[in-house]
C-alpha cells in the first residue's frame, strides 16, 4: 500500500514534494525530509516558497534524493555512513518509490511517530 500511495503520481515531483513534507515531513523527526527549493524575484517579493527542486530523504544509512534535472525528475539511491557517501546509484522513479516504501517501512518497524506518519499516508489523510 506504500508503493500505491508513493507511485499513484510519480511523474509530478512537485506531488512528491507535496506528500512527503505534509505526510511525512511534519510527523518524521526534524532532519529526516529535507525540500530545496528554487525561489524567483518574483516568489521572494509574494511570500511564496518557491518551486520543489529538490527532496532528500534520511533514513538511517540511506539517503534517497529526487530532484529535477533538465526538466526531468533524477532519483538516486546512497549509503552514508557519518556524512561519507559510500555508495550512489541513480534509479528509475518507479524504483525510487519502491526503495523509499522499503525505506520507511524498516523504520516505522523501529519508530512509532514514523509509523503514524505512514499510517497517514497510506489513509491519504
Not at 510527523?27 to 529538490?54: H, N
Not at 549509503?79 to 557517501?85: N, S
Not at 523501529?110 to 491519504?124: E, H, T
Amino acid at each position: 500500500m506504500v508503493t500505491a500511495a508513493l507511485r499513484a503520481d510519480s511523474a509530478d515531483v512537485a506531488m512528491y514534494a507535496r506528500v512527503l513534507t505534509e505526510s511525512l515531513g511534519d510527523s518524521l523527526p526534524p532532519g529526516v525530509v529535507a525540500i530545496e527549493r528554487d525561489r524567483t524575484v518574483s516568489d521572494r517579493m509574494r511570500g511564496r516558497p518557491g518551486a520543489v527542486s529538490k527532496i532528500t530523504v534520511r533514513l538511517g544509512e540511506q539517503v534517497l534524493t529526487l530532484a529535477i534535472q533538465r526538466g526531468g525528475p533524477a532519483a538516486e539511491i546512497c549509503r552514508e555512513v557519518r556524512g561519507v557517501v559510500l555508495s550512489r546509484q541513480p534509479v528509475a522513479l518507479g524504483d525510487w518509490a519502491a526503495e523509499l516504501a522499503r525505506a520507511l517501512v524498516s523504520y516505522a518497524e523501529r519508530n512509532a511517530d514514523a509509523a503514524r506518519a505512514l499510517r497517514r499516508l497510506v489513509a491519504g489523510s
